[in-house]
């Protein structure tokens, strides 16, 4: 089992920058981000994988958010960048230890079994 915790959230105008972080209690192979706004559903944002150091992201977030990863901490970091109004959600932080053909799955919120409790981001215009 591992624990996820979330923090960096905030409250940023267009065009700002946020850290996300995601700290595991251990080590764990499969992370992803997840966000979800008002009345939407959760989706993907981008997907890490620690033994290859392999990333992915959505297609609406390429180019503006990144992901590193401080093996020492066990923590992942959401690099967000050009934040938009449109990018206003909770975020959440998820992963799992075995995540078959992960690079076709990794936006696939029911993939994973560890979540965190998630941190709010708010961009205002």
């Known amino acids: 089992q591992v624990h996820l915790v979330e923090s960096g959230g905030g409250s940023v105008q267009a065009g700002g920058s946020l850290r996300l972080s995601c700290a595991a209690s251990g080590y764990i192979d499969y992370v992803g981000w997840f966000r979800q706004a008002p009345g939407k559903e959760r989706e993907g944002v981008a997907g890490f994988q620690r033994s290859t150091g392999t990333t992915y992201y959505t297609d609406s977030v390429k180019g503006r958010f990144a992901l590193s990863h401080d093996n020492a901490k066990n923590t992942l970091y959401l690099h967000l960048n050009s934040l938009r109004p449109e990018d206003t959600a909770m975020f959440y932080c998820?992963?799992?230890?075995?995540?078959?053909?992960?690079?076709?799955?990794?936006?696939?919120?029911?993939?994973?079994?560890?979540w965190g409790q998630g941190t709010q981001v708010t961009v205002s215009s």
């Open positions: 998820a992963a799992d230890f075995s995540i078959l053909n992960y690079g076709s799955n990794w936006y696939q919120r029911y993939k994973y079994n560890y």
